[in-house]
């Protein structure tokens, strides 16, 4: 049972099967599809800030993750990029979908690149947040560290103990600490607590270092589609520094920096970030 605390203003709760594991997922709005991919720790809480501001210009589809919210967890789902693709392929196909913008931020913006390579021109537009990328260095040295960090059932009761640990990782997030709205670090600590959440990240962290080169691999095959890139000055989790040679990869990109914030601008800044998405979703040449 989903915690009510959780919930995201109007947005209607849905669920789905997606090859045998249930998915949870929001939707509000009207007009041309939105799909929203949250980063590694997040869930569709992440937007909460977004959705009502959004939702007059498309229909918004806000997904927990299969290992992540309110969905299910597996021992045995391969989380690697092209597979999670593949899971937000069926998603496509069982909404039928058949051309929609994406929007993700940190390992869900590569998530995002990653389905646009693999939907054969079903992704319309990309706005990608702090997008992990060949090259941030952050990353690259961080996650396999990070990887080896135990798993297992009897690791994750004492960690969701480690309050002063949750602080920590949430202010690193942010440009300036002071900024976190009150009841995020219960929103996010409401879904960490489930049982297979740390397991799923650990095995995401696993297979970085190939997800990377895969996202490099692929970059040729999106680069005709219109993209916006926002990005934190303040980012300590995604370096700001790789966003312009990731920007040369696509022909038809801009960049938005959004002075002071960090990794999640769209929950610390979140006027000025809907502000930038909008403009790009109702420009008249896209």
């Known amino acids: 049972m989903v915690n009510p605390a959780v919930q995201v203003g109007d947005a209607e709760e849905h669920f789905t099967t997606l090859d045998g594991l249930r998915m949870r997922y929001l939707q509000s709005g009207a007009g041309p599809p939105l799909l929203l991919i949250h980063g590694l720790i997040g869930y569709s809480f992440s ?104 798993g297992g059932s009897r690791l ?58 895969e996202l490099e691999h692929i970059l040729p095959r999106i680069a005709h589609i219109p993209t916006l890139l926002v990005w934190g000055s303040r980012d300590g989790v995604v370096s700001p520094a790789s966003a312009r040679p990731l920007l040369q990869n696509f022909a038809r990109a801009e960049l938005v920096t959004l002075e002071g914030a960090g990794h999640i601008p769209y929950e610390e800044v979140p006027q000025e970030f809907n502000r930038a998405v909008i403009a790009f979703l109702t420009q008249p040449d896209r």
């Open 156 to 213: 994750h009761p004492l960690l969701m103990r480690l309050t002063p640990l949750h602080r920590f990782l949430l202010r690193r997030q942010y440009g300036d600490p002071r900024r976190i709205s009150p009841g995020t670090l219960e929103g996010y600590v409401a879904a960490l607590q489930i049982p297979g959440t740390l397991e799923y990240a650990r095995r995401v962290l696993h297979g970085w270092r190939g997800d990377l080169r």
């Open 47 to 150: 937007w909460r800030f977004n959705l009502a501001a959004l939702a007059p210009h498309a229909t918004l589809f806000a997904l927990d993750l299969p290992g992540m919210g309110f969905s299910d967890r597996s021992s045995t789902m391969d989380c690697r990029l092209p597979a999670a693709a593949g899971r937000l392929l069926l998603f496509l196909d069982q909404q039928k979908l058949e051309s929609v913008d994406v929007l993700g931020n940190s390992h869900g913006g590569g998530l995002a690149m990653m389905l646009a390579a693999m939907a054969e021109g079903r992704v319309r537009r990309l706005i990608l947040v702090a997008p992990v990328n060949p090259w941030s260095h952050h990353g690259r040295l961080l996650a396999p560290l990070l990887a080896r960090i135990p």
